[in-house]
């Protein structure tokens, strides 16, 4: 059984920084294209960032610059590290699993897996 569960959200000031874990069990998500998203009530769930199996990484462009997605394969855990922090990227943020290694889209119909999300509030 797949299982993603997300940790790290919180409440920070506009250019904090938070990191975000994803602890996965059931696959190696080394294997596979990880990813996170990220949604606001009333808005489409969108995509933040991805890295595939082969390491390639791939951002929203709101968060170029600013995010970064890793994951330790040892751990088998998927983070996001975001810095620069603002109030645009409130939100709640959901790590995604995919079947495909080389899956280039951070679109949400290609993610089989999920996590329940943890909440990240950016405001003074």
């Known amino acids: 059984q797949v299982q993603l569960v997300e940790s790290g959200g919180g409440s920070v000031q506009p250019g904090g920084s938070l990191r975000l874990s994803c602890a996965v069990s059931g696959l190696r998500a080394e294997s596979y294209t990880m990813a996170w998203f990220r949604q606001v009530p009333g808005k489409e769930r969108e995509g933040v960032a991805l890295?595939?199996?082969?390491?390639?990484?791939r951002y929203a462009e709101s968060v170029k610059g600013r995010f970064t997605i890793s994951r330790d394969n040892a751990e088998n855990t998927l983070f996001l590290n975001m810095n620069t922090l603002k109030p645009e990227d409130t939100a709640m943020y959901y790590c995604?699993?995919?079947?495909?290694?080389?899956?280039?889209?951070?679109?949400?119909?290609?993610?089989?897996?999920w996590g329940q999300g943890t909440q990240v509030t950016v405001s003074t």
């Open positions: 890295i595939t199996a082969n390491g390639f990484t």
């Open positions: 995604a699993a995919s079947m495909l290694s080389s899956l280039y889209l951070l679109t949400r119909n290609n993610y089989n897996y």
